[in-house]
């Protein structure tokens, strides 16, 4: 086995389907940073990494590839997908696109618990400053609170095309070593507090500007990172 891979193994019996277990664990992979932007992944490994057949990890790769966290190009195999700055366009308006709908919804439908509980997201970023901070930890709180709004805003259909593009953004962020200025992190709590009050108020145009702000700010850090970035996809991309 390659040690490389040792992380994949699996010591308890599989509990769901083989192949679904496989993406379970190859796309915590991916999003953990443990399989990298651009890495080749070779089927006989993973199949021996984790004591299976081929079939499930062939299985597994295509559901990868539907989500858009794995590419496969004929004769070469598949590799973690490379994002470049036409997929962070394309990620970023249908994300704002869909954030915008749930939050009109949320603000219609949702009660002040619901919304409330947003808050409680943002009491956990105001202390994140106060400690050593560690990017993934900040990132991650940052799409809690957005899948939460997008979970209170009773629509079903978006709520499922965002979660699918949750983790297209978190790997955005890992492709280029994304990382955001401690005075952007400030500014964030002030944007999410703010969108909290203005949801409670029920003030829709209020809550819409502070969140198509929040992601036009975010937006342009990843663009600048990629075009500014020193990290380069692997040559056999």
């Not at 079903?156 to 200025?181: C, E, F, K, S, Y």
């Not at 999410?192 to 209020?206: C, E, K, P, S, Y």
Request: aromatic share 4%.
């Amino acid at each position: 086995m390659d040690n490389n891979l040792a992380f994949l193994a699996t010591p308890t019996p599989l509990s769901r389907t083989l192949s679904d277990q496989v993406v379970k664990q190859l796309r915590q992979a991916i999003l953990s940073g443990q399989l990298k932007a651009g890495q080749r992944i070779v089927e006989g490994e993973i199949a021996q990494a984790m004591a299976l057949s081929r079939g499930p990890v062939r299985d597994a790769l295509k559901i990868l590839e539907n989500e858009r966290l794995v590419v496969h190009y004929p004769h070469r195999g598949a590799f973690v997908a490379w994002l470049t700055l036409r997929d962070a366009e394309e990620i970023y308006s249908l994300r704002e696109a869909l954030e915008v709908l749930a939050l009109h919804n949320a603000i219609k439908y949702a009660t002040e618990e619901q919304i409330s509980e947003l808050g409680q997201i943002v009491a956990q970023m105001i202390v994140l400053p106060q400690l050593e901070y560690l990017q993934p930890e900040a990132a991650d709180l940052d799409l809690e609170f957005h899948h939460a709004l997008c979970c209170i805003s009773g629509h079903d259909r978006v709520r499922a095309a965002w979660t699918a593009l949750r983790d297209q953004v978190r790997l955005l962020m890992l492709t280029h070593g994304i990382q955001q200025p401690r005075e952007l992190r400030e500014s964030a709590v002030t944007w999410h507090q703010r969108l909290v009050d203005a949801m409670l108020q029920r003030d829709g145009q209020a809550a819409e500007t502070v969140l198509r702000e929040h992601l036009a700010t975010s937006f342009a850090i990843t663009s600048t990172a990629i075009r500014e970035g020193k990290l380069e996809p692997p040559s056999d991309l």
